[in-house]
């Protein structure tokens, strides 16, 4: 007669570590499918309603590639460096679904990194900063970026606040490379 596994015997340890990994896997999908039906709900027809605080939103006459393009290299002309991107289109894609162009540009410096750490620890799970191009239904794209001042406003330290001093910088920066992205 067949024994079922106990706490004590190897079988039952690699039954739970395969329980384990399967539990992370459809973690994994539940939460890629929430992600990718929440990118699917918006309609290109629809005008998209921006955030008015904190947000910096620019509508432009390029085209989505374009506007990827030139915001690289406007990225690489502030000595600044695209360290992730996400693009749900192109996910989508692969599985054969069509969606308005979309891709989220994570952009960076180490420099920056070590003097927000300095300041806080916390703070740092907001890097990379991002820019977020999307496509319009007229065959247009907008760009759009949080303020890095908005983003790291909760850090705080209150009156000598140097990360303030540092987000400020880095607004300029963003601003800075968004109008060398949307400049035509």
Do not use: C
């Not at 509508?59 to 406007?74: I, N």
């Not at 799970?125 to 909760?154: C, G, H, M, Q």
């Not at 140097?162 to 400049?183: G, K, Y």
């Amino acid at each position: 007669m067949p024994t079922l596994p106990t706490r004590e015997s190897g079988a039952w340890r690699r039954n739970q570590g395969l329980l384990a990994g399967a539990r992370q896997r459809l973690s994994t999908l539940f939460m890629a499918f929430l992600l990718f039906s929440f990118s699917l709900t918006s309609n290109a027809d629809t005008a998209v309603e921006w955030p008015q605080e904190g947000w910096n939103v620019v509508a432009t006459d390029k085209t989505y590639a374009d506007l990827v393009d030139d915001l690289r290299r406007a990225v690489e002309q502030a000595d600044m460096l695209v360290v992730t991107e996400a693009s749900p289109t192109d996910a989508a894609a692969r599985r054969g679904e069509t969606i308005p162009g979309n891709r989220v540009i994570g952009v960076f410096r180490n420099d920056f990194a070590v003097r927000i750490i300095r300041e806080s620890v916390p703070a740092m799970i907001e890097a990379p900063l991002r820019f977020y191009v999307t496509e319009n239904d007229s065959e247009s794209a907008t760009l759009s970026w949080k303020t890095p001042s908005a983003v790291f406003a909760p850090y705080g330290q209150g009156d000598d606040d140097e990360l303030a001093d540092i987000a400020s910088e880095l607004d300029e920066l963003f601003t800075r490379i968004a109008n060398n992205a949307t400049d035509n």
